[in-house]
C-alpha cells in the first residue's frame, strides 16, 4: 500500500542553524501538508500546499519557515534559523482531496 | 485554542468490550470529522470518517456518531482489540479551509 515517507527519523540541530526536512508524499495525490506535535501536546497544522502554491498556513508558519516542491516528488520543509521551541514531531501529510489526510511516520527534530 | 476537546487523557477497556471515544467540538463551520489511531513513533494513521450531513458511519468494528446539535462525536469500537491500544485523535475540518484541527488524543488501552 502506498504511503508518505519521511526523512530523516531524527534531526539534531544547533540553535540558529537552518534543517530541511524531507516527504515524499503519495505519488498520485495533489495536496501536501506539515502538521507538527510538541512533546505533549496536540497536532498543530502549519501549512497547506496545493498547485505548487501556499493555499493556507497558521500563525505558526511565520518567515523562518519555508516549503517547497522542488521536483515532482518531494516536499519540504525548511526552517531558516532554528530555535528551541521548534523541537517537536514533524508529520508530512497528503491527500487526492480533502479533507482525509495520510501521513508520514515523522521526523523528530532536536534543538540543542 | 481548544476548538476540538477530548476531555479524556485515557481510558482502560477489556479485550471484547467496547471502547467508547469521546471528542466535543465549538466550530459549527466543521463539516467533516475524522478519527486517527497513532502507535509511538509512528505516525497519525486515518481510521474512519463522518460528514455533518450523516450522523452515523460504520467500517468493520468501527462506528463513528455524530450528534450535530451537541457538537459532539463518539467512536466505538467493538470488539476491542489489544491490537487497538494506541492513541485516538478525533480531527476536523471546516468549509474551505483545508487544514485538519486535532483534539489532544484519548489514549486507549485493551487489556487482555
Known amino acids: 500500500e502506498p504511503e508518505v515517507t519521511q526523512t530523516p527519523s531524527h534531526q539534531v540541530t544547533q540553535m540558529g542553524q537552518e534543517v530541511i526536512l524531507r516527504c515524499v508524499p503519495i505519488s498520485n495525490h495533489l495536496y501536501f501538508y506539515w502538521y507538527r506535535q510538541i512533546l505533549g501536546q496536540k497536532v498543530e497544522f502549519l501549512v497547506s500546499f496545493y498547485n505548487n502554491e501556499i493555499s493556507e498556513k497558521s500563525e505558526i508558519f511565520d518567515d523562518q519557515f519555508s516549503v517547497e516542491r522542488p521536483d515532482g516528488s518531494n516536499f519540504t520543509l525548511k526552517i531558516r534559523s532554528t530555535k528551541l521551541e521548534d523541537s517537536a514531531m514533524y508529520f508530512c501529510?497528503?491527500?487526492?482531496?480533502?479533507?482525509?489526510?495520510?501521513f508520514g511516520p515523522g521526523t523528530r527534530l532536536t534543538v540543542l | 485554542d481548544q476548538q476540538v476537546k477530548q476531555n479524556s487523557p485515557s481510558l482502560s477497556v477489556q479485550e471484547g468490550r467496547i471502547s467508547i471515544l469521546n471528542c466535543d467540538y465549538t466550530?459549527?463551520?466543521?463539516?467533516?470529522f475524522l478519527w486517527y489511531k497513532k502507535y509511538p513513533a509512528e505516525g497519525p494513521t486515518f481510521l474512519i470518517s463522518i460528514s455533518s450531513i450523516k450522523d452515523k458511519n460504520e467500517d468493520g468494528r468501527f462506528t463513528v456518531f455524530l450528534n450535530k446539535s451537541a457538537k459532539h462525536l463518539s467512536l466505538h469500537i467493538v470488539p476491542s482489540q489489544p491490537g487497538d491500544s494506541a492513541v485516538y485523535f478525533c480531527a476536523a475540518r471546516g468549509g474551505s479551509n483545508y487544514k485538519l484541527t486535532f483534539g489532544k488524543g484519548t489514549l486507549l488501552t485493551v487489556n487482555p
Open positions: 466550530n459549527s463551520m466543521f463539516d467533516y
Open positions: 501529510a497528503s491527500s487526492e482531496g480533502p479533507p482525509v489526510e495520510f
